[in-house]
């Protein structure tokens, strides 16, 4: 946690009996609704045993909005959707959107891996990463697809930092998590409308990036109609290599997802179906799965087939549980 951030937030969880899950690096998130807490521990959903004050609970979230710059307001604005300045989401919701009373989460920032070791942890084989290299070599468009807490942006951070020293990147994230180094990179944020300042867009980005010149483009995650439109275009105007990530549970439903979410720009579903099997070359899928996270299966795209309305796929992947 940044240091000003730190000193001014561990006190409450402390007094709040949670600081030491805050400050566990085995743990991802920290949980609090209805006076109870909640962790996720090495893939293990575990209720901790503390209640919580919600005047403490309060008065830690207005802190972390205030520091943000995000303030939340029970009648103007009963959420907070930010980021700590180490890079942990942080997310709040007070009534009446949440009718059972305050509740804060707490995705924490964790380090990011190298695919030497992901496959170590056996969240990546070493033949899937064969495979994902060969693409990335190749510059074929990468879809990383997952629920949530899969670890889709674990795995496309590791795939980046193989990326060429000689090409230009310039990354779009909503908010920025991406942590590797990289000589001739371009970074992009997608900001929300605070204040007077006016709401920055992934689309609005993915605009803007064309004029950076860049050699591949990575978008941390495709949400909106906007952006999914946004992504197929640039891929399919001569942005070979563009890596993205999804929330879809399988990879197959990714491939609906992507081009459900891009239809209204193009007006039509079998078009955007179309356009969207012309874009995409492969899907990752990552799940979570009895405290496992990685890659499950990698399916290559080929064309949308207008008659049977279907996507057609081959499976190069498919991870065999242990």
């Not at 290599?241 to 979410?261: E, Q, Y």
Request: with cysteine.
């Amino acid at each position: 946690m940044n240091n000003v951030t730190d000193e001014l937030i561990r006190p409450l969880f402390r007094s709040m009996g949670l600081e030491e899950y805050l400050l566990d690096p085995e743990v991802s998130e920290l949980m609090v609704n209805n006076g109870l807490a909640f962790i996720d521990k090495g893939g293990e959903l575990i209720e901790v045993p503390v209640r919580i004050d919600n005047y403490k609970l309060m008065a830690a979230i207005e802190i972390i909005g205030q520091q943000l710059g995000d303030q939340i307001d029970e009648y103007k604005k009963p959420w907070l959707d930010s980021r700590l300045p180490d890079g942990s989401r942080v997310a709040a919701a007070y009534p009446p959107i949440s009718p059972q009373g305050v509740t804060l989460t707490i995705r924490k920032f964790l380090r990011h891996f190298t695919t030497d070791e992901l496959v170590d942890r056996k969240a990546l084989t070493s033949e899937a990463l064969a495979v994902l290299l060969s693409a990335l070599a190749r510059r074929k468009n990468v879809l990383i697809a997952g629920g949530t807490s899969t670890g889709k942006t674990t795995q496309l951070n590791a795939l980046a930092r193989h990326i060429d020293e000689n090409e230009r990147i310039v990354t779009i994230e909503k908010p920025v998590e991406m942590k590797f180094l990289h000589r001739n990179m371009v970074r992009l944020e997608a900001l929300p409308a605070i204040g007077d300042r006016p709401e920055v867009t992934v689309s609005q980005l993915l605009s803007m990036t064309l004029r950076h010149r860049p050699d591949r483009i990575i978008v941390g995650e495709v949400k909106d109609s906007e952006a999914a439109y946004g992504l197929l275009q640039a891929m399919n105007t001569g942005h070979d290599g563009t890596v993205s990530t999804i929330h879809s549970n399988t990879a197959f439903s990714a491939l609906n997802r992507l081009a459900s979410l891009a239809m209204p720009g193009f007006g039509s579903l079998d078009l955007s179906r179309q356009e969207t099997a012309a874009a995409i070359d492969l899907v990752v899928e990552v799940k979570r799965v009895n405290g496992w996270r990685g890659v499950s299966c990698v399916l290559e795209v080929g064309e949308y087939d207008d008659r049977s309305r279907k996507f057609e796929t081959k499976e190069v992947y498919r991870r065999i549980a242990a």
